[in-house]
């Protein structure tokens, strides 16, 4: 018997056949023994049909609120699948995030779980039911509702498989694991049968999209065994393992992209100590994550341009921030967000020589011209014109035999 945290996407539970099927696997592995533990999203395109319901009210809906509001279609799938359950004979039980209670950090809209009540959870197991929890959502230590964030649903998942010490965690897709590539823009993309922790979480922060990032760092941190698999077939998925439990037999595992980010170049920027502390400290105070950046020296050393990319929807705010900024003084500022990135990641990266230049080769074999770059061991990224994200992924696919 062993002790299983289950998570179902909202593609996976987006219809009420959706749920029902969902409640077989669960039943499945219910007979077989297993202590059940599920995490749902809300049912698919809930979500945003919710946030567009605010927006009809206040373009900037108050944020207390917002978390009520949307951690209610979560709420529905866990009271439906366990209604679900309950008719096949699976006893169960759904609970709320303050009901367990799941205590997170105050932030609204995107709170940080800093504690999990397993008493009551525990108290449902015993009596051999299974417990269906709404995933995206806990509640602060003032009572109020909060949300973890898009995708928060696989951080509840993974949060509750550590503090329940759980043999594995399922996360359930609408894919059968982890891809190459993505599928549906590349179709002789192949499932990767087994990945490690780092290359996992680089993939997610890439632009992969089958889990959050943040998910598998927790994962990473205190070594929960993930399986990211299909809701829709019986096939094996995509185990995420330890570094040192894989034997790399390719450099390159997958090719990511992401077409979230946006470029900002400010000219002629007084080169002097302390001048990009100066630019990033505002941009850092309102919660702008900044990724690449490239600093150009003058010949003269007296001023330099300097580049960097963020996500796509903070750049009228970063521009905003950085035109308010009496601290620095440059020529020009220019933006562009019609970029993407495109990144490679791999553990054999680390030790195979010329990764860069042929990755580098291959695009220019294709006339895509580089924007900026970024690296570290296991990844190497670039931010090109958005018009040849395609045609990029489809050289590196194979030219790092991915196909």
């Known amino acids: 018997m062993a002790k299983k945290v289950l998570k179902f996407g909202g593609t996976s539970v987006g219809t009420i056949d959706r749920i029902l099927h969902v409640a077989k696997i669960i039943k499945k592995e219910y007979v077989a023994g297993n202590d059940i533990i599920v995490i749902v999203s809300a049912m698919s395109g809930r979500t945003n049909e919710l946030i567009n ?34 008719e096949i004979g699976v006893n169960s039980k759904s609970c709320l995030n303050w009901q367990i209670p799941i205590l997170t950090e105050g932030e609204h809209s995107n709170a940080r779980i800093v504690n999990i009540g397993i008493k009551k959870i525990n108290e449902y197991l015993l009596k051999k039911e299974v417990v269906v929890i709404p995933g995206f959502q806990g509640i602060s230590k003032f009572g109020d509702i909060t949300t973890i964030g898009r995708g928060g649903s696989d951080a509840t998942a993974v949060a509750v498989a550590k503090i329940l010490g759980a043999d594995t965690c399922e996360i359930y897709t609408d894919v059968d694991g982890v891809f190459s590539t993505d599928p549906n823009k590349i179709p002789v993309a192949k499932k990767i049968d087994k990945i490690s922790y780092d290359e996992m979480l680089e993939l997610s922060s890439l632009g992969a999209k089958v889990m959050q990032s943040s998910a598998v760092q927790t994962a990473m941190m205190y070594k929960v065994p993930l399986e990211v698999k299909s809701t829709f077939t019986d096939r094996p998925g995509t185990k995420i393992f330890d570094q040192e439990s894989l034997d790399y ?18 000219t002629s920027v007084l080169d002097k100590p302390g001048v990009a502390a100066d630019i990033f400290e505002p941009l850092s105070k309102n919660q702008i994550n900044v990724d690449m950046v490239i600093q150009n020296i003058s010949i ?9 990319t963020i996500k796509r929807d903070d750049l009228k705010k970063t ?62 990224s670039v931010i090109i014109n958005e018009n040849d994200t395609l045609k990029a992924i489809k050289k590196l696919h194979t030219i790092f035999d991915l196909d």
């Open 53 to 86: 319901q605010s927006k009809s009210i206040a373009e900037n809906f108050n944020k207390r609120e917002l978390d009520v509001l949307l951690t209610s279609g979560e709420q529905v799938t866990s009271a439906l699948l366990s209604g679900a359950l309950i």
């Open 249 to 266: 037999k390719k450099s390159v595992t997958g090719v990511a992209y992401s077409k979230d980010d946006a470029k900002v170049t400010l």
């Open 300 to 308: 003269d050393h007296k001023t330099t341009d300097i580049t960097f």
């Open 319 to 380: 521009i905003e921030i950085i035109k308010n900024n009496k601290n620095i003084k440059y020529k020009d500022l220019a933006h562009d967000d019609k970029v993407s990135k495109v990144s490679i990641v791999g553990a054999g990266m680390v030790s195979t020589p010329g990764i860069t230049y042929k990755m580098f080769k291959s695009l220019a074999e294709e006339k895509i011209n580089i924007l900026a770059i970024s690296t570290s061991e296991i990844k190497l």
